[in-house]
């Protein structure tokens, strides 16, 4: 097969898989089988594009003329591939965990369940793969509405919420920073194409470049900038299976994606680092970072905690992009997928624990490392990551985060990342220690099987990160 | 040889066979007749839109009068464009509405919704062709006085109440608009729209011809229901039969705006009296107050039907809005909106009419647990809904990328943000239908309930497919309206 | 002076119009309303009429020893207008019997009353 034919045969296969898990709604044995093939293929098609990438190829198709002289044009290129193969292996392992924790919980409407979970990953892989910013645009709106439905799944009032919370602002930022910046983008430079080196150079004033900047990263809202971070915790009533691939890979990272991706791809890195007026961004990302960790500490509820673990986390991709420091790029991109491998783990031990004890609160978690250790045992391999201490995934991408900010002299941005060591830290380890030190409440065992082995997999998949990480560093290494 | 008399087919073929279906009484026989006649004109109007796109502007002299004595029929780009979405959607209004008739119209007055519809479709068609502005009054009568006979039919008694009040406004606003012809009239003698567009700019400093335009613009603004004249509007729509909304609401407010566009483009093209006259900006405090205030009085229905009535509203503001950028990415945004506005309007009034077909109303309430009832119907509204809010993947979006555009072209960067702020309200009100609808459990005492027929549910799909296929492919439908456009801009003349 | 005996006609029909227009909007009773409707298009009627008369022109025959003529298009452009006319009164006066079966009056305060009572058919429930 082409590169050009993988790369439509990558979007198409998920949403083939939507209408067969469709009509498949009756049987429950053979939705789930098609969900799984499906992920399994999808996941082959996206990995086949990577000895294209390596090879410095940039496959690319362009789909139909959406507006004139606007197309609807695909381009894979390493940022895209790396966020495609996370987005598109995680969800075979998602996939397995949603098996055990949809059928444990009787929970009902799970066809919608999986044909939406279908729709996202395709958007997703839409979003990685899209080759100019309306493509991207598009593609961001029918992820949010593609998800919708998996947020207010439960159907309750609170779900209903939570939904409105979810897609007020998601809404309302693309369509009302977002889009404005993308028509201003196509008139100034007369295309929104992603080029390397960036499309604004020479042709705005430093006024209105500040201000497109303003625009792009407070437009895109998945990224969970302050104070537009609302929509993240509102989203935790999803079933967790929906927050841990989608709250915490697919939407999240759509979100830094994007955010990487213009500032790498639209204005271009030495256009910005000339620029004086573009600091304000590694200050409010540096914010975001610290305030949401503070916030963190002081939530009880797990699925919460790990929510606003999930913004401070997103923000540092965003730092580490607005140090503009060629490491720190690359640690940026580290970032985005040892967080997704960390994050997942988490919240699959989150949803775990829920399964078999009901318990949503983190006081409740006394000694239940005993009882299910796997469980347990892989929450603590995921909060190490996110700490960042070896030998874990989050160790990787922190240190190039780091190096690239003491490389360019910014003090601020590695203070930071210090301090939010600490807090992390604060944040998770009582967590652990509670749950393994702590006398026990409540009899039952572990979860049922396939949630252990999918939380197990990706715990595995953090260490592995570690000793491993040549994949995803050669894709970010292209990069710069 | 028949090639020749296609415009003028256009508008006698539905004339003829009005006073026809009154002969067959029928229902069925009525309705089968419609049919045949409503794909007819959409046939020829797309032969006709390919003739324009071919060869350029046909002019049509009736009897073989030549103008200004006789009376011209001229389809240019705009027209033949206008005349696709009328009679497309006409055609495919009238393959829904049978089962919806039948339940909306007592059954021994069936023939005469046919009889009446034919009429309205005539009087829109000729509005579209006519070159010459008294016969345009005329034919805006004919359009007009049957539209107030389809509202009267209407179930609820509120419907014959609405039909007056449409009445007086109606017959005001085309009197205003005589009033204006008759004042171009004592200063040029003529009534070609393309002699007068010649002869105009030597007499405009006049106040007769000021006060002719003044005329002209009220009185078509009223027709089409331009924030604060819409007052017809919302009753007129909600106690409508479902089906008279559906093609009313993508039609008749749309061929209005066709009027709009071509007294000010075309017989006042010379002029520039957009600019000139500051028309421009009245033009577009009034939208921009459409888009606001209208949407969010939509808000608060609880009435789904006369929600989308006020959207509407909203939505003609959105048109004007582009028209009155007098440039040619906004004029273009202005005619892209109304075929656009057309195709989603009436997919949703469409849903709506199933919706009454099987639960009876069409109140929030009435939408509870309707997702999981009547999931095909809900899901179409929910696409014209998205495009109303103007997701991407939706042909809404399209519009609003081009009339942001066109403001930011500008320099106008304030009514660029008030355009996106605006699409966001609209995010509230299909929201609170998708949340009746999906999210609230079905009345306990509910009767059960089937979907809709397929005889409705495939046009009505139809209708939202096209909303999604000229959202993904907008590239045609563009290059048509800026073709329209430009031409519209430079000159202007026929 | 001549601003008005020489522009009467105009001054008629201006008087008649803010008749007309005042009548429609100031009655709440149907019939009055469309009454007034009468009156103001009656006045573009004169307008047209009294448009295409010229000072001294005959009919427009052609005859030996007439030079000029009036302009007979406003005549027959209004023949037009008033058919036009006649069919908006008659479909009016049409509704105004049928809302008078459905309401039992004519008067629109009252229907408006009517229709404002929740007590009247399916009532719209907040959700």
Known sequence: MSPETTIQAAMITPLVGAVLISFAGRWPNVRETITLVTAVIMFYLVASLYPHVMDGGRPSLVVGEMLPGLPIAFMVEPLGLLFALIASFLWIINSIYSIGYMRAHNEKKQTRFYVCFALALASSVAIAFAGNMLTLFVFYEALTISTYPLVTHAGSDKAKQGGRVYLGILLSTSIGLLFLAIVWTWMIAGTVDFTPGGILEGKASATVIGILLALYMFGIGKAALMPFHRWLPAAMVAPTPVSALLHAVAVVKAGVFTIVKVVVYIFGIDLLSVMANSDWLLYISGFTLLCASIVALRQDNLKRRLAYSTISQLSYVVMATAILAPLSIVGATLHIAAHAFGKITLFFAAGSIYTVSHKTEVSQLDGIGRRMPWTMGAFAIGALSMIGVPPTAGFISKWYILHGALDSGQILAVAVIILSTLLNAGYFLPIVYAAFFRKAQGEHGEAPLPIVIALTLTAAGTVLFFFFPGIFLELARQLI | ?494 | MDAFSGLFNYWIVVVLMMMGFYIVISQQNLIKKIVGLNVFQVSVFVFYISMGKIKGGSAPILADGIEIYSNPLPHVLILTAIVVGVATTALGLALTVRIKNAYGTIEEDEIEAMENTPSNKTPEATS
Request: proline residues 3%; glycine residues 8%.
């Open chain 2, 1 to 494: 040889m028949i090639d020749g008399q296609l415009p003028i087919l256009q508008v006698v073929l539905p004339l003829m066979m009005a006073p026809v279906t009154l002969i067959l009484r029928n229902p069925r026989a009525a309705w089968m007749l419609t049919l045949v006649v409503t794909w007819a004109t959409f046939t020829i109007s797309l032969s006709l839109l390919m003739q324009v796109l071919d060869s350029g502007t046909i002019i049509y002299k009736i009897g073989g009068w030549a103008a200004p004595w006789g009376i011209e029929y001229v389809l240019d780009k705009v027209g033949a464009f206008v005349m696709v979405i009328v009679s497309g959607i006409g055609s495919i209004v009238l393959t829904y509405s049978r089962r919806s008739v039948e339940m909306e119209v007592p059954e021994d007055r069936i023939y005469l919704f046919y009889t009446m519809f034919l009429l309205c479709l005539t009087g829109l068609m000729g509005i579209v062709i006519t070159g010459d502005v008294f016969n345009l009054f005329v034919f805006l009568e004919i359009s007009s006085l049957s539209s107030y006979v389809l509202i009267s039919l209407g179930k609820d008694r509120r419907a014959l109440t609405a039909a007056f009040r449409y009445l007086i406004m109606g017959t005001i606003g085309a009197t205003f608009y005589i009033i204006g012809v008759g004042l171009m009239y004592m200063m040029t003698g003529t009534l070609n729209m393309a002699d007068l567009s010649a002869l105009i700019p030597a007499v405009a400093d006049t106040r007769t011809i000021q006060a002719a335009l003044a005329f002209l613009t009220v009185g078509i603004c009223l027709k089409l229901a331009l924030f604060p004249l819409h007052l017809w509007l919302p009753n007129a729509y909600t106690y409508a039969p479902s089906v008279v909304t559906a093609f009313l609401a993508s039609t008749a407010t749309k061929v209005a705006v066709y009027v709009l566009i071509r007294i000010v483009f075309t017989v006042f093209g010379g002029v520039g009296v957009m600019e000139g006259l500051g028309v421009q900006h009245i033009l577009m405090a009034l939208a921009l107050t459409a888009m606001f205030a209208a949407s969010t009085i939509a808000i608060y229905q609880n009435n789904v039907k006369r929600l989308f009535a006020y959207s509407s509203v909203a939505q003609i503001g959105y048109i004007i809005l582009g028209l009155s950028f007098v440039s040619e990415s906004g004029v273009a945004a202005g005619i892209i909106h109304l075929f656009n506005h057309a195709i989603m309007k009436c997919a949703i009034f469409m849903g709506l009419g199933c919706v009454v077909l099987r639960i009876g109303g069409v109140t929030i309430k009435d939408m509870h647990g309707l997702g999981h009832r009547m999931p095909w119907t809900m899901g179409a509204i929910v696409l014209g809904g998205l495009s109303l809010i103007g997701i991407p993947m939706t042909v809404g979006f399209v519009s609003k990328w081009y009339l942001v555009r066109a403001a930011l072209e500008k320099d106008m960067w304030f009514i660029a943000v008030l355009i996106v702020l605006s699409s966001l309200l609209a995010v509230i009100y299909v929201w609170r239908i998708v949340e009746a609808a999906y999210l609230k459990p079905v009345p306990e005492n509910a009767a059960p309930v089937h979907e809709a027929p397929i005889s409705m549910l495939l046009p009505l799909w139809v209708m939202a497919l096209a909303s999604i296929y000229f959202g993904l492919d907008a590239t045609n439908t563009l290059s048509i309206a800026l073709d329209a456009a430009n031409a519209l801009l430079h000159g202007g003349v026929l």
